[in-house]
């Protein structure tokens, strides 16, 4: 059977758990900020794999990296040494200022490997008394989608008939340094927290917010750790979002974008004595930190600074953000973000977000919606002027589009 023959998007809801629902399109190819369809309809993608692709799909300096490596070797485990393995720790130790670091494969594994660490650290540094350390978090977060993290989500549709849960965790309102200094005890052993809440819409705290939690945090011996697995290498238009600010965080996480989306690749990066705190056989994993990974990582982050996809996401991304803050439609609520993470939130009686997506797809571009009323636009990070000015262009239309 030919792939012709085939009804790709009825053959996954036969077969498949029910777990998502995607835009319409079924995808084969892509390049650069492009990808095709299996009919050859050409799309701007406009998702970029939730940031994943920063580095433009099927990269070719990193293709060759993953390809190069593929047929030297993949997989040891562990369990050996790999020629690889070193280099990744002291290159994204030099590009981030890390002192230490644990390489993982996903960005939830990261925050729970995150969450173990800053534990042990309470207990055995810190002094807190065994089985009592706290984590604050915020509400509407989003930090992945395993047991242990969905416990302390606030969407009932991430955490809904999946308990119990394990405690542990408080919850504060994003943005507010008042209700985390009201929260913090002696027993608060860290502050887990996006800089930008990317799921809730891209939610951008207030200026200053950053500030005020880094001396909080210094000041109650509280370890700051920043989920930057969607902001982080480029995407806000700095290497990471904390800079918007000035501020380093104690723990810093890392994913997607790591390995340009040819791999899954996480880190957990560490400026004190954290990391420290794990011995042989307390954590680990069997293709975290792989010859593979290490190398295609490698390569994703030299192109992300040789080639200047930093900047240029804080050159193009403030001009969509002008450019989205010039359409004039009684549809939009609200028009926010920083570098290319961005997102027009709707009115609530423009109808869903998902309605102007699947618009948007017929006109050429792939975005997606969040809580009902937002779409967010997170190109890569190697889309051109031109590029912005063409999706400004079927953005505005579609805006302003009459579904009555």
Same mark, same amino acid.
């Given at each position: 059977?030919?792939?012709?023959?085939?009804?790709?998007?009825?053959?996954?809801?036969?077969?498949?758990?029910?777990?998502?629902?995607?835009?319409?399109?079924?995808?084969?190819?892509?390049?650069?900020?492009?990808?095709?369809?299996?009919?050859?309809?050409?799309?701007?993608?406009?998702?970029?794999?939730?940031?994943?692709?920063?580095?433009?799909?099927?990269?070719?300096?990193?293709?060759?990296?993953?390809?190069?490596?593929?047929?030297?070797?993949?997989?040891?485990?562990?369990?050996?040494?790999?020629?690889?393995?070193?280099?990744?720790?002291?290159?994204?130790?030099?590009?981030?200022?890390?002192?230490?670091?644990?390489?993982?494969?996903?960005?939830?594994?990261?925050?729970?490997?995150?969450?173990?660490?800053?534990?042990?650290?309470?207990?055995?540094?810190?002094?807190?008394?065994?089985?009592?350390?706290?984590?604050?978090?915020?509400?509407?977060?989003?930090?992945?989608?395993?047991?242990?993290?969905?416990?302390?989500?606030?969407?009932?549709?991430?955490?809904?008939?999946?308990?119990?849960?394990?405690?542990?965790?408080?919850?504060?309102?994003?943005?507010?340094?008042?209700?985390?200094?009201?929260?913090?005890?002696?027993?608060?052993?860290?502050?887990?927290?996006?800089?930008?809440?990317?799921?809730?819409?891209?939610?951008?705290?207030?200026?200053?917010?950053?500030?005020?939690?880094?001396?909080?945090?210094?000041? @109650?011996? &509280?370890?700051?750790? !920043?989920?930057?697995? =969607?902001? $982080?290498?480029?995407?806000? #238009?700095?290497? *990471? +979002?904390?800079?918007?600010?000035?501020?380093?965080?104690?723990?810093?996480?890392?994913?997607?974008?790591?390995?340009?989306?040819?791999?899954?690749?996480?880190?957990?990066?560490?400026? @004190?004595? &954290?990391?420290?705190? !794990?011995?042989?056989? =307390?954590? $680990?994993?069997?293709?975290? #930190?792989?010859? *593979? +990974?290490?190398?295609?990582?490698?390569?994703?982050?030299?192109?992300?600074?040789?080639?200047?996809?930093?900047?240029?996401?804080?050159?193009?991304?403030?001009?969509?953000?002008?450019?989205?803050?010039?359409?004039?439609?009684?549809?939009?609520?609200?028009?926010?973000?920083?570098?290319?993470?961005?997102?027009?939130?709707?009115?609530?009686?423009?109808?869903?977000?998902?309605?102007?997506?699947?618009?948007?797809?017929?006109?050429?571009?792939?975005?997606?919606?969040?809580?009902?009323?937002?779409?967010?636009?997170?190109?890569?990070?190697?889309?051109?002027?031109?590029?912005?000015?063409?999706?400004?262009?079927?953005?505005?239309?579609?805006?302003?589009?009459?579904?009555?």
């Amino acid at each position: 059977m030919s792939s012709s023959d085939i009804d790709f998007i009825a053959t996954e809801a036969r077969f498949g758990a029910q777990n998502y629902a995607p835009i319409g399109v079924v995808l084969s190819r892509g390049e650069g900020v492009w990808v095709w369809d299996t009919e050859g309809n050409r799309y701007l993608d406009c998702l970029s794999a939730y940031s994943a692709v920063s580095q433009g799909h099927c990269h070719p300096k990193i293709l060759a990296a993953m390809v190069e490596q593929a047929h030297r070797l993949t997989l040891t485990s562990r369990a050996f040494h790999n020629d690889q393995l070193a280099l990744f720790y002291e290159e994204i130790a030099a590009l981030t200022g890390s002192h230490k670091v644990l390489p993982m494969n996903s960005g939830a594994e990261a925050v729970e490997s995150a969450i173990k660490s800053v534990r042990k650290w309470g207990y055995e540094v810190k002094g807190v008394p065994d089985g009592q350390a706290e984590i604050i978090v915020c509400a509407n977060n989003f930090h992945g989608r395993t047991l242990g993290i969905v416990g302390f989500s606030t969407d009932p549709e991430t955490h809904g008939h999946f308990g119990p849960f394990a405690p542990g965790f408080k919850i504060i309102p994003f943005g507010d340094a008042a209700a985390l200094e009201q929260a913090i005890t002696p027993n608060t052993v860290a502050f887990l927290v996006e800089p930008i809440q990317g799921e809730a819409g891209v939610v951008i705290p207030p200026a200053g917010y950053f500030t005020k939690v880094r001396e909080l945090c210094t000041a @109650n011996n &509280v370890m700051l750790v !920043l989920d930057e697995i =969607q902001t $982080g290498l480029g995407r806000t #238009g700095k290497l *990471l +979002a904390e800079q918007h600010e000035g501020i380093e965080a104690d723990v810093t996480l890392l994913g997607k974008a790591l390995s340009g989306g040819f791999y899954p690749v996480s880190a957990v990066l560490s400026n @004190n004595d &954290v990391l420290g705190t !794990l011995r042989p056989g =307390q954590h $680990g994993s069997t293709f975290g #930190g792989n010859p *593979l +990974a290490c190398a295609v990582a490698r390569a994703a982050m030299r192109v992300l600074v040789e080639e200047g996809m930093i900047e240029n996401a804080a050159r193009q991304g403030a001009r969509f953000l002008d450019g989205l803050k010039d359409i004039r439609a009684n549809t939009i609520r609200e028009v926010r973000g920083r570098g290319l993470m961005l997102a027009v939130e709707l009115h609530p009686e423009a109808g869903r977000a998902r309605r102007y997506c699947e618009a948007l797809q017929g006109k050429g571009i792939l975005a997606k919606d969040t809580h009902e009323q937002t779409i967010r636009i997170a190109p890569p990070l190697v889309i051109t002027s031109d590029q912005v000015d063409w999706a400004l262009e079927r953005l505005a239309t579609t805006l302003t589009q009459d579904f009555s």
